[in-house]
């Protein structure tokens, strides 16, 4: 079992940066792989953002690729998400969420465990 918790959201304006954090429990943390993905009002939550368990391979989207870094540190049981140059189409609750595979993956069935999200918004 992995209690995951966000937070680090908020109200930012477009170009400004925001770091999201997700604290996770439990002692096994380190064998997931973690991703990070958004849901903007009227649509379908989507794919952000990925990091392997192991050698912290990541994955991007391609709309934050170059703007977002998602990293882990295994001794804090947390995984980030550093967002730079937010757009106005970045605003979203933002979720994390945990892959008992390990593995790098970016549908949304491949993880077991999420988040509550948090808001971000992004304003023009």
């Known amino acids: 079992q992995v209690q995951l918790v966000e937070s680090g959201g908020g109200l930012v304006q477009a170009g400004g940066s925001l770091r999201l954090s997700c604290a996770a429990s439990?002692?096994?943390?380190?064998?997931?792989?973690m991703g990070w993905f958004r849901q903007a009002p009227g649509k379908e939550r989507e794919f952000v953002a990925a990091?392997?368990?192991?050698?912290?391979?990541?994955y991007y989207a391609g709309s934050v690729k170059g703007r977002f870094t998602i990293s882990r540190d295994n001794a804090k049981n947390t995984v980030y998400l550093q967002m730079n140059s937010l757009k106005p189409e970045d605003t979203a609750v933002y979720y994390c969420a945990a892959a008992q595979g390990g593995y790098i993956v970016t549908a949304q069935s491949e993880y077991g465990y999420w988040g509550q999200g948090t808001q971000v918004t992004v304003s023009s």
């Open positions: 990091i392997s368990r192991g050698d912290s391979t990541t």
């Open positions: 439990g002692r096994t943390f380190s064998r997931y792989a």
